[in-house]
């Protein structure tokens, strides 16, 4: 079974410019999370989704976050403009729901640079 | 409000003696409790987890946990340590009365030595 993807693995950008994170989350799972894991922390939700709507965004920075799932499947998250303290690792991860005690698997992150 | 606590920074054992990550929580309603495993560069994974029943719970590589409600902890334990235990362990909560929101501790790095 493949695991979570998410694409890129690492972007620097420069501060005011737009980025956006690519996550294929596993096959058939409805649950799917966006988190930002800052240096020496534990990851911080920024979005959940079931299916296509998005449940929880109380922590999305709507200023300049943004994320869409489209179709229920993969899901985008972009930045715009990024800001210096945005620099951190960008988690995806998905979960089944109940089934399985809402056990989340997670991809391997994009770690963002912003110079 | 739900919080998850993990009082130590870092852990250090000797390889082959037993190993506690401490875990403490605070939810309204019944919670599932996790602990998960990060290894360097790459994402998070799943150890186990408490859903109901009892107390003690088996996961992978060797890890239990002991689920305490009184005591609102989820510590999690291994009987003899080894070098590649070594990693960064993050105890999670899900709320079930509402909002349904998972939280994570800060993390404890785990260093065992040879």
């Known amino acids: 079974e493949a695991g979570v993807v998410q694409s890129p693995r690492y972007k620097i950008i420069e501060k005011k410019q737009p980025v956006a994170f690519w996550c294929n989350p596993i096959?058939?799972?409805?649950?799917l999370y966006w988190y930002r894991q800052n240096l020496g922390q534990g990851p911080e939700l920024l979005i959940r989704?079931?299916?296509?709507?998005?449940?929880?965004d109380s922590q999305l920075p709507k200023d300049r976050f943004s994320a869409e799932r489209l179709k229920g499947v993969d899901s985008t998250l972009k930045i715009q403009p990024a800001e210096l303290g945005d620099s951190a690792v960008y988690l995806c991860?998905?979960?089944?729901?109940?089934?399985?005690?809402?056990?989340?698997?997670f991809g391997p992150g994009t770690r963002l640079t912003v110079t | 409000a739900q919080s998850v606590a993990q009082p130590e920074d870092q852990v250090n054992v000797a390889e082959g003696n037993p190993l506690t990550v401490k875990c403490t929580y605070s939810v309204s309603g019944n919670p599932y409790l996790f602990w998960y495993v990060q290894y360097p560069n790459r994402g998070l994974q799943f150890l186990l987890k408490y859903i109901t029943g009892d107390n003690l719970v088996k996961g992978s590589y060797g890890f239990e946990a002991e689920f305490n409600k009184s005591q609102t902890s989820f510590h999690l334990k291994k009987p003899s340590a080894l070098v590649s235990d070594s990693a960064l362990y993050f105890c999670?909560?899900?709320?079930?009365?509402?909002?349904?929101?998972?939280?994570f501790g800060a993390g404890t790095r785990l260093f065992v030595k040879a």
């Open positions: 991860a998905s979960s089944s729901g109940r089934s399985d005690g809402y056990e989340q698997y």
């Open positions: 999670a909560v899900r709320d079930n009365a509402g909002g349904f929101k998972t939280i």
């Open positions: 096959s058939g799972h409805n649950t």
């Open positions: 989704y079931e299916n296509e709507e998005a449940v929880d």
